[in-house]
C-alpha cells in the first residue's frame, strides 16, 4: 500500500482550498478547514516511515513542488491577515484618540516660581 498517497491527496485538498481568492468575510473558514487537513495530513506524515517504495518515492516527488505551493499562500494568507489586524488596531487607537483627545496628555500644575528675592 502507497503511504504517500493521503499525503498527496491531503495536500491536494490544501491546494484547491488556498486556491481561491480569500476574502475578509471567508477567511476564517479557510483557516480552519486548512488547520484541520494539517492535523490529518501530520498524523499521516507520522505513520510514513523508511523505507520507501518506488512509487512512494515518485509520489514524493510530486508532493515537493506542490507542498511549496501551498506553503507560499499560506505564508501570503497569513501576511494579509496581520496587515489587516494592524489596520484594525490602528484605528481602535485613532477612534480613541478622536473621541477623548485629552486622553494621553500630561499636563504639569501651572506653577510659577521668581527666582529673584
Known sequence: ????????????????????DVTSNDREAIIEGINSLLLQ??????EAKEPFTKEELEMGKKLLPLNKEVQEKMDLLFQGLKVE?????????????????????????????????
Not at 498517497?5 to 495536500?11: A, S, V
Open 85 to 117: 489586524m494592524k489596520q484594525v488596531k490602528k484605528q481602535k487607537n485613532s477612534n480613541r484618540q478622536y473621541t477623548n483627545p485629552y486622553d494621553k496628555v500630561q499636563t504639569m500644575d501651572g506653577m510659577f516660581m521668581d527666582k529673584r528675592k
Open 41 to 46: 495530513r501530520g498524523s499521516y506524515m507520522e
Open 1 to 20: 500500500m502507497n503511504r504517500v498517497q493521503p499525503i498527496y491527496e491531503i495536500t491536494v485538498k490544501m491546494q484547491q482550498l488556498l486556491a481561491n
